[in-house]
């Protein structure tokens, strides 16, 4: 069993931008679709953003589309996502997951049937003036 490690979490301004980092020691999330969510007090999970293994398909919900961008970089066994106009709404717990199929050539803002096996601690965002 194995774990991704988020980081980059901080406090920003309304309007300000943020990059959140998703990596392994090694390299097995290279060969997984990773999704992002994200966790507010009080509120049930969400997808936020997802990318497939190769990078070729991604989905984000219509909440941030337009304002975050998801990418990775296999080379360094690392998931990104680049958010920028960030509203009050956005500050949430921020957790990346790899899927629990390797090389799948899509990937999904849900856990249905525990499609997403590897979890990391979370990271958190806080948008604030």
């Known amino acids: 069993q194995w774990q991704p490690v988020e980081s980059g979490g901080d406090m920003v301004q309304p309007g300000g931008s943020l990059r959140l980092s998703c990596a392994t020691s090694g390299d097995k999330l290279r060969r997984y679709a990773v999704g992002w969510f994200r966790q507010a007090p009080g509120k049930e999970r969400e997808g936020v953003s997802c990318i497939s293994p190769g990078g070729i398909t991604t989905n984000y919900a219509d909440s941030v589309k337009g304002r975050f961008t998801i990418s990775r970089d296999n080379a360094k066994n690392t998931v990104y996502l680049e958010m920028n106009g960030l509203k009050p709404g956005d500050t949430a717990v921020y957790y990346c997951?790899?899927?629990?199929?390797?090389?799948?050539?899509?990937?999904?803002?849900?856990?249905?049937?525990?499609?997403?096996?590897?979890w990391g601690q979370g990271t958190q965002v806080v948008v604030s003036s």
């Open positions: 997951a790899a899927d629990r199929t390797p090389f799948s050539s899509t990937c999904a803002l849900t856990n249905d049937n525990g499609r997403y096996g590897y």
